[in-house]
């Protein structure tokens, strides 16, 4: 793990959180689980940390649409579930991944991070700062999503756009056939309020199923 100056240590655990109402309901609809994918880095990046646009102390950032992903891990009965362990990894704004066989080398976007983790607090809640998904050939924008808790299997899943019209031909998206629990891994990237660079900020909450005893 990198060592992280006072001041961007700061930025990254003053981060804002962006809300939007939750479902309230006595049983909460599971998120369905996709695929990990082939794309999952191969060697992990010595920065792992949360924010994705800066390389350890770097001051040049990463290309592309800046993106605000937070929400927050529950149970079917809403109960968050703290501690769990968030993991993100997404192509850059080229179309390439980190992995070694995600994309061409020479396209790389070498200051995008392109793998984060976030340890979820009391609330559930985990917050990462990356770009807005990049079309590749082949699939429809999307951040791949790992949740690991102590006493259960490791949940994966991804997050689309809403309103990307790719989303109506991705083969691994129509895989969810039930409508409602495909919608639910579609959620809006909306612009920020007061943002000069056209930064944006999405909301996905993830559903497991019931919590371990244990935990």
């Known amino acids: 793990m990198k060592s992280i100056s006072i001041s961007r240590r700061y930025f990254i655990s003053t981060l804002p959180f962006f809300y939007s109402p939750g479902l309230l309901a006595e049983i909460l609809s599971l998120t369905p689980k996709q695929v990990e994918g082939p794309f999952y880095p191969d060697i992990l990046p010595l920065d792992t940390d949360n924010d994705l646009i800066i ?3 770097s001051l040049t ?3 592309g649409t800046i993106a605000y992903l937070s929400g927050k891990i529950t149970d079917n009965k809403g109960n968050p579930i703290r501690n769990s362990l968030v993991e993100i990894w997404q192509v850059d704004n ?3 991944y980190l992995h070694s066989k995600g994309g061409s080398r020479a396209k790389q976007d070498t200051n995008f ?3 984060g983790q976030f340890l979820t607090d009391s609330k559930g809640n985990y ?3 990356t770009l807005k998904p990049s ?3 082949g699939r429809t924008p999307h951040i791949h999503m790992a949740v690991s808790v102590k006493g259960r299997e490791k949940f994966t899943t991804q997050c689309y756009i809403k309103g990307e019209p790719r989303n109506q031909r991705d083969a ?3 895989r969810v056939k039930d409508r409602k629990a495909r919608e639910s891994l579609i959620v809006p990237f909306n612009p920020v309020k007061g943002s000069k660079s056209g930064e944006v900020a999405a909301r996905f909450n993830i559903v497991l199923g019931k919590t371990p005893e244990n935990h």
């Open 55 to 57: 390389l350890n102390d």
């Open 61 to 63: 950032p990463a290309i």
């Open 94 to 96: 080229n179309g390439v």
């Open 113 to 115: 991070q392109g793998y």
């Open 127 to 129: 917050f990462f700062r």
């Open 135 to 137: 079309y590749y050939s």
């Open 172 to 174: 691994i998206l129509k």
